[in-house]
Each structure stands twice: as structure tokens, then as C-alpha cells.
């Protein structure tokens, strides 16, 4: 059974920077992709940002892009969001989530999922 644990959120006021962690107790982790997705109150749950298996192909949703950085460390089976630059419009809950192929995109392709952190942002 795969688990996934996030970290990291919090209240950070506008413009500055937090950075979320999710660490996964999964043996093929090194193997799948891995993505962020946030939910605010009120709206459906939206892409983020994305990592493939190796960690070497990325991808980012336009509303944070140049500010929204993904990595992750295979040894430690953790994967992060360094989140810069921080607007109101990022408070959210945010999800990491966990594929079973080396890359993916879309939320349906993702059966792993961890409880969420919050992050809010004051203006």
C-alpha cells in the first residue's frame, strides 16, 4: 500500500516563500511520476506542477510558472515544491500525488494521493 505524506504548509503573507515536501513509503517511488495539485474553498482541484521519474522533465501550470519550482530526491523518496513569490490566489490545500507509469499529467492517472497540507497566504 502506497502512502503519501505532505508537509510544509502554512501562513505566509504575500511574497514570500514556502517550501512542501511529500514522502512516499512506496518501493517503485523512483520508478512513477509524481505531481502537486491544489484545491481552494469553493473550486475543483487543479494541476500544479509535475515530475517524471527520473526527475529530469518537469512541468508547470501557467499560473505558477517562473515562480513554482518541482524536485525531487529518489533516495529519500521525497518529492518538492519550493513555492516563491507567493499571491493570495495560491491559498489552497495542496495534494502530491503518485502515478504508476515514469510520467503523467492528468489527476486520473494518479491512484496515490496524500492528505493535503494548507497553505494560506495573506494579502
Known amino acids: 500500500q502506497v502512502q503519501l505524506v505532505e508537509s510544509g504548509g502554512g501562513l505566509v503573507q504575500a511574497g514570500g516563500s514556502l517550501k512542501l515536501a511529500c514522502t512516499a513509503s512506496?518501493?517503485?517511488?523512483?520508478?512513477?511520476?509524481v505531481a502537486w495539485f491544489r484545491q481552494a474553498p469553493g473550486k475543483e482541484r487543479q494541476f500544479v506542477a509535475a515530475?517524471?521519474?527520473?526527475?529530469?522533465?518537469?512541468h508547470y501550470a501557467d499560473s505558477v510558472k517562473g515562480r513554482f519550482t518541482i524536485s525531487r530526491d529518489n533516495a529519500e523518496r521525497t518529492v518538492y515544491l519550493q513555492m516563491n513569490s507567493l499571491i493570495h490566489e495560491d491559498t489552497a490545500v495542496y495534494y502530491c500525488a503518485e502515478a504508476r507509469t515514469k510520467w503523467a499529467l492528468r489527476q486520473s492517472d494518479f491512484p496515490y494521493w496524500g492528505q493535503g497540507t494548507q497553505v494560506t497566504v495573506s494579502s
Open positions: 512506496g518501493r517503485a517511488f523512483s520508478m512513477h511520476g
Open positions: 515530475i517524471n521519474y527520473s526527475g529530469f522533465k518537469t
